[in-house]
């Protein structure tokens, strides 16, 4: 058996028995991973195989959201898309953003397998994506986060043999980065790297490069409104650059049209106020994790902004619960894009236009967040129930035989 590599990706090709590869889902799009089937004609086989966990990252397909359209009466014709990078390796957008990061690292011999330790403050799920290639690669990882942060986000961490360093809620993002340098002073810095989500250009990059593109050739170039949450920027930053253009970056404009919609919290309203627009009741705290990090990230580029949409936690959690019983399980910030997107696509002027939004990650990773608090107290209260004849219950802890 003789075995090429193409990138990270390994292409084994089998003389016996003989098969042909072939797709069988044309209408699919360039990204989707269950595109190729085996048929029993005589040929070679081409088996695609990743050779590592964080090989898997990225190629996320679309997702028709038509329903939701349909459901909030929304009818001019708009078609609108989410890109499932709920779907990744560590389901969450930032599975590009933590290979990236590491991978420029490595190439520029900053860090090394075995030696550094990886220091970070994240909101979870950059987090995450950094731990399981750092443990892929064999680097120790410190994460800091807020005390917010799920459970779920907490244990996907310690499991992945990080350490975790809780900060007050208090003080947001801010507060696990000034942790965070605190730690990298105390490794010092032959044996600790900070990455720096929010300020390194990897970031926006491996959004130019791989994120951008795969909704350009998916939507066969007609995507004409983009929506996304800011975390740190990079996902919204690096779409637009690569769609609108960025002389800056050798990224030729293929839609300088485009309409680039970025979310944040209702709760808080920073990017709203740094391009010149007024706050909107209270602001603090919030419930949309993986959004609103407390600052304005210097990753994101706010020109390439034409609208800042701000929504509601509540509101965000009710939409979170429509796409969940929709069958799409995602976190709350998926909730928030998508509420700002349907009040986008509704507006007379998008009749007919192709509208993608990002959904970030996958909903597992939140049961216990505030809004699944009545499913997770009616999961608690369930009882097990009495099986029918010939079954005697009285063995499995019922008073009588038939319960």
């Known amino acids: 058996m003789a075995a090429t590599t193409s990138s990270s990706i390994i292409s084994v090709r089998a003389t016996t028995p003989s098969f042909e590869t072939r797709t069988v889902f044309p209408n699919a799009g360039s990204s989707s991973k269950l595109s190729r089937v085996s048929s029993c004609l005589p ?16 190629n996320t397909p679309l997702l028709d959201l038509g329903n939701m359209l349909k459901s909030h009466n929304i009818t001019n014709g708009c078609k609108l898309y989410g890109k499932m990078e709920s779907l990744g390796p560590c389901s969450s957008v930032k599975d590009r953003l933590g290979r990236s990061m590491i991978d420029d690292a490595e190439a520029k011999g900053l860090i090394t397998p075995g030696k550094t330790t990886l220091v970070e403050p994240t ?21 800091t986060m807020p005390e917010t942060m799920s459970i779920e986000r907490r244990m996907m961490l310690l499991a992945l043999g990080c350490e975790v360093v809780l900060t007050p809620k208090e003080t947001a993002v801010p507060g696990a980065l000034v942790k965070a340098k605190e730690i990298l002073a105390q490794l010092g810095e032959s044996n600790g790297y900070m990455l720096q989500q929010f300020e390194n250009p990897a970031n926006p990059k491996i959004h130019r490069e ?6 350009w050739n998916d939507t066969d170039g007609q995507i004409d409104i983009f929506v996304s949450g ?14 609108k253009g960025s002389p800056e970056h050798d990224c030729a404009p293929l839609n300088p049209k485009l309409y680039t919609v970025a979310v944040e919290p209702q709760e808080q309203m920073l990017i709203t106020a740094a391009k010149g627009g007024e706050k909107i009741g209270p602001q603090g705290p919030h419930k949309i994790q993986g959004m609103g990090a407390g600052f304005v990230p210097a990753v994101l580029d706010l020109n390439l902004l034409d609208e800042v949409v701000p929504i509601h936690s509540d509101e965000a959690m009710q939409m979170t619960n429509e796409l969940w019983m929709t069958g799409l399980p995602v976190g709350v910030s998926s909730g928030a894009i998508v509420a700002a997107a349907l009040k986008v696509c509704q507006r007379p002027e998008n009749a007919n236009k192709v509208a993608v939004c990002i959904i970030p990650s996958f909903g ?30 009285t063995e499995y802890g019922f008073a009588t035989p038939r319960g």
């Open 43 to 58: 040929s070679h086989r081409g088996l695609h195989v990743a050779s590592r966990p964080s090989d898997l990252v990225g």
């Open 123 to 143: 909101s979870g799920n950059t987090g995450i994506a950094m731990a399981f290639i750092a443990r892929e690669r064999g680097y120790k990882c410190i994460l």
């Open 210 to 215: 791989t994120t951008g593109p795969e909704i």
């Open 230 to 243: 800011v975390g740190t920027g990079g996902t919204v930053t690096g779409v637009s650059q690569y769609i």
């Open 364 to 393: 597992e990773r939140y049961f216990t967040h505030p809004m699944f608090a009545p499913i997770k107290e009616k999961a608690e209260s369930l009882v097990k129930q009495p099986l029918p004849e010939p079954f005697d219950n």
